[in-house]
Structure formats: structure tokens, C-alpha cells
């Protein structure tokens, strides 16, 4: 059997599988974005990376070497968020054709290092080599959190309300402005939704706001989009979800877009990836709480989104009109024939 | 101007000089194969990546993926060796087209499995991409070392003798049997250089036996040849040396290999890469104490091959005649032209 016919999410639970059992300082191992080990008995170490491969994450044509470092610096940086954690150390894996310009790799670097400075972290070693190929980029970040504040995909409990951080689908309404960039948005409105796609934020200071408060129960960063990425929490949690169509936060730039190209807005939110805002689970009576915190130390907006149903109740969209339809992940699939 | 014109090590050298100053905790970062962190007052953790891709690393043609597996954690694992450190946490990024073949990658997971429990490593994460080029295999690995036991290439004093463990040039001589399989060595032996060369023997146990008697001053691992990888720590130590040709170990199969193919037998120890054997440094008393030591503990032999000297009286190669010539990396370049 191909890979392609597999599937990825598959194919990681059959090497999850073949691997033997971990020693016990393993928290969580393959499956999640980020290892997470136990340095003693106050402290996580967290390490993850992210491959971006020229041809099916990127196009040299439509992004820029900088913004290309930067986004690659932000996934990462956005996984330990989602961990409530704080980055501290990146290597760089680079695999470049012989013909690569200099200055294209000072570019990246400069977005790599950006990107890095801005939380603190450094970036201390890698590995470059030559490829006949694409471009791959391959960014692995540490960082760590205190066991206390730690929040991982496991924790969500029935009852909990889902709350998102900033807006939904912006990242997609920007990849359809680059696919159609005479769609007639606006230029400061287009502006946003570009940069929201080539140069996404990473929320580190909300994502130590919610855990610093330890109040928060599981937590996830959009990545493949919602509809995908909330079933890992509930994939880990054992339990079910309703997310409310209605309250997806959904900015007047990419409800434009949706407009414009046919889309429904909260269909946007829904399954559009590489929006790197939080997804997180905590008991009603936070809700405020937390708001209000990510709200201070950052200025992002906290919505809710949704409610933890017991794992046997099922996952579904309710709809604007009231109507419920089952959520299935329509998100990103790497080996999926026309992923 | 284009990286080929540059080459490797004056491209990292560049981007290390565009990154701004390292916090504290970085005892060593780019520009050394392993980054060096400080943990707390006792401990560094060390992390290392490689990547390997197809047509530039490897060729599925002549490895198979179970051997790729092993020779990809293994090299990762020489890295900690080098440091005297003992390996912990692997994560793997894969780019693979979406025909690869589920059995291609059980088969590459197998290798990986195989060489990490020999150390007692866990793999822990990693990433899965499609791409329409070359297979990569991104390999990173976490591992540590007491601050009291650490080597790093920096610290080698004039008066030390140079010393190795093991046998050199035997991976070249592999690789010369995968280009001409009907040299006509005997299979034992063909089965040996062969070994070497899909599988090499990380040397974690040798590592920690040096790095344990805390008498070593300098180490690193011989992965792109011993001509270019002792440059390294004469370049960090700030010292010159003096390597004598008809000292370096070689085995008999790799010699009849330089027999059969027309090259000198030292020429092929000195430049061939790939070995991965441990190159240290120490004092002369010491010589005869870490070499009993590593041959108690896991059956190496350490030989002398050289001197340090001084910065200023050069860098140097003592032919079996007694002359002396320039010793020049002749290691692998990954970007030159014909590289």
C-alpha cells in the first residue's frame, strides 16, 4: 500500500505503534506536535519541529526568503505556545540546489532570527545540505513549562466551554487573496489577511496568559484548521464537542473574501488551516476569567466557540439556523491524493 | 553570489555572524555539529540535527530503508558521542513522495528503532510531509552530558597527542565496493567495509568512557574526514598539529580495497569521511589510561596518529617517508561544484 492511500494522520499512529514503550520521563511522545518530557519533578522539556517543503508548503514564487524564515520560526513557536510554553533554543535544518542565491539564505535567516528575537529564543545550530529537489526547511524548537502550567491535548473534561483566541479562516481568506489577487478587497484589508498568511503570529504571551492562570483543561494550536485539530482534543480527552457555527470570530476582511469567492464565512473558520490561534477548554466559570486575562497581557480577544460533550454524544456543528451536522475534520492531509 | 561558490562551512560561518549575541545559557552554538546548553550548574543538554537526502546523502537504489534508519539516528547519535554525552530523545522529520510504499517507511522506522534502543533513546515526535522530490530524512537528537565530563573541540593544549578510536577509511573503502562491486575482496571482508559504510558503530560507549575519566581535553566525531574534522578543533582550540601518516589505523580489508582501487592506504584514513569514529585530545601521560579504559569497556582500540602544536607552527601531515605536507581539509564541501 502507498502512503498516499494510508493517509498521514494513519500512517503516524502505525509508527506510534511499532515503536516499543517509553521510558518514564516521557509524557507525550509521537502523535502530538510536541514531545514533552520531564526534565525533574517542577519542569517539561518541550520539542517539536515542523518541515516546510518547497512545492507543498511554500512557493519560492509567491513568498518571500524572510517571510518564509518567519513563518517557519512561527509554527514552530506556535506548538510550544499551545503547551503553554516558552520557547528557548531553534536548530535549522536546510537542504538547498547549489544555485541558491546568498542572499535568498540571509533572508531567511533574518526572518528566522525576527521571528526568534521576538520571544527570546535563540537560534543555536542546524544542518544544512545540498538537494538536487525542493527547498526544505526544517525548524526543531525547545522550550519549556512548568508542570503546574502545562496544558496538554488530554485534559478537557464534559461540561468545559471551547474558547479560540483573535479570528478564524483569516490565514485561508489570505491564501485565496493570493490565488486571486484581483478579487477587489480593499488594500489595507488586504494587507491584513496577506500577512496573516505569510507571516502568521504565534500567540506565546496569550498562551502563557491562559496557563499561567491554571485554570484551562486542554489546549490545541490551529494548525490544519479547527475541525481537525479540535479532534485531538477530543481524540485525547475521550470526549465529544458541539462547536457553534455562529460564534466562529470571523474578521469583516475575510468575510469579505468569503463573499467574494462564494464561501460561507463560518465554513471559512472552520476548516481553514494555518491560523495559529489557540483552541482551549476550561469549565464555564473561567470563561470570563480567562478573557480577561489573555485580554490584558495581550489585547486578544478570547471567544467562545463551543461545549465538551460526553465522548459518546458524538461531534457536531450547529448551524446559524439551529440545525446540527456532524463535524468531520476537512482539515490539511500531506499523503491524501490532491492534498 | 550563489552558495556553491561560497561553500559550506564559510555559509554557516556567515550566518553565524548575522545572528545576535547568545543568551547565557548557549555554552556552544552554531557552527559546532551539537549545540551546547546549559541545563543548571551540573548539566549540559546537547542537541544535534542531520539531514539526509536522497541523491545527495543516499541512493534508494543501493541502501535499503532499514540501513538508512540506522545510519540516519546513527550519525546523529556520533554527534553525542563527541561530546561525551548519552543520547535520550529522538525526533524525526520526514519528506517522502506520496507513491513511497507503507512498507518503505515500517522498513526506515525499524532502522531508526533499532539503533536508538541500542542506547536506550526513545523517539518522541517528528514530522510528516509529502513532496514531489528527494526523500529527506531530518533527524534530531536530544541528548546529555555532566558540565564536568563534557568535551567540546575547544579546549585541546599544545604538548597533547591526538588520538582515535577504531580503524579509518573503512567507509570509504565500503563506498568504493557499492561503486565497483567486482573489486574482488572476499565477502567476509566485503561484508565488513559494507557495514561500515549502510550501518556505522556510533561510538556512545567509547565516548562516555573517554569523556568519564575527565583527562581528555578536546573531541569530535570523524564524519566528514579526519583532514577536515581535526581542522575543527585546532580551529577552537587555537592550536596547530602534526599527524603521522603511517600511524593511522587501517584495517587489512580496507587496505587491500587501496590496493585493488590504486590509492594509498594513509591517503584514504586521512580524507575518507564517514567514519565516525572518535577523534580526542590529551595529555601524553594520559594515553596509555584512556586507551585501557575504552578498551576495557567496549573493545576499541585508541591509537596515537599526531601531536598538538602550537598555533602558529601550522598544520601538518608526516608522511611514512618522513617529509612533511600541508595538511588540508579534504572532507566533504556539501555545496561545491562536483561536490
Known amino acids: 500500500m502507498k502512503i498516499s492511500a494510508l493517509g498521514e494522520f494513519p500512517l503516524i499512529e502505525r509508527i506510534a505503534q511499532r515503536l516499543p514503550p517509553y521510558r518514564k520521563d516521557v509524557r507525550v511522545g509521537i502523535g502530538d506536535d510536541v514531545a514533552v518530557l520531564e526534565v525533574d519533578d517542577q519542569t517539561y522539556q518541550l520539542a517539536t519541529c515542523d518541515i516546510q517543503v518547497e512545492g507543498a508548503h511554500f512557493s519560492r514564487h509567491s513568498i518571500t526568503p524572510y517571510q518564509l524564515g518567519r513563518k517557519a520560526a512561527a509554527i514552530n513557536l506556535s506548538d510550544i505556545a499551545a ?4 520557547p528557548e533554543h531553534f536548530l535549522v535544518s536546510l537542504a538547498l540546489p547549489p544555485d541558491t542565491e546568498v542572499s535568498w539564505v540571509d533572508a531567511l535567516y533574518d526572518g528566522l532570527r525576527e521571528e526568534a528575537s ?7 545550530g542546524g544542518n544544512l545540505s545540498k538537494t538536487d529537489g525542493p527547498i526544505v526547511v526544517d525548524v526543531f524548537l525547545l522550550g519549556q513549562v512548568s508542570q503546574e502550567e502545562a496544558l496538554l491535548r488530554s485534559g478537557a473534561r464534559v461540561g468545559d466551554v471551547v474558547l479560540v483566541t483573535g479570528c478564524l479562516g483569516v490565514s485561508a481568506a489570505g491564501l485565496a487573496l493570493v490565488l486571486q489577487p484581483d478579487l477587489g478587497v480593499e488594500s489595507e484589508e488586504a494587507e491584513q489577511l496577506l500577512a496573516a498568511h505569510f507571516t502568521p503570529t504565534p500567540r506565546i504571551w496569550e498562551g502563557r496568559a491562559i496557563a499561567s492562570r491554571r485554570r484551562a483543561t486542554a489546549m490545541i494550536d490551529l494548525s490544519d484548521g479547527l475541525s481537525s485539530d479540535i479532534g485531538h482534543i477530543c481524540d485525547e480527552s475521550d470526549v465529544g464537542v458541539r462547536l457553534w457555527a455562529k460564534r466562529l470570530p470571523v474578521s469583516g476582511a475575510t468575510r469579505r473574501v468569503a463573499e467574494l469567492t462564494g464561501r460561507v ?3 471559512l473558520a472552520l476548516q481553514g488551516g494555518e491560523d495559529y490561534e489557540l483552541c482551549f477548554t476550561a469549565p464555564p466559570e473561567v470563561e ?15 471567544t467562545s466557540i463551543g461545549e465538551v460533550l460526553p465522548d459518546e454524544a458524538g461531534r457536531w456543528v450547529q448551524l446559524p439556523d439551529g440545525r446540527e451536522i456532524p463535524l468531520k475534520p476537512e482539515g490539511w492531509d500531506h499523503f491524501r491524493v490532491g492534498a
Chains 1, 2 share one sequence.
Do not use: F, N, P
Open 265 to 267: 464565512d463560518w465554513a
Open 118 to 124: 521576538r520571544y527570546d529564543a535563540d537560534i543555536v
Open 288 to 302: 470570563r476569567e480567562l478573557a480577561a486575562a489573555v485580554r490584558e497581557a495581550t489585547g486578544t480577544e478570547v
Open 83 to 86: 503547551k503553554g510554553g516558552t
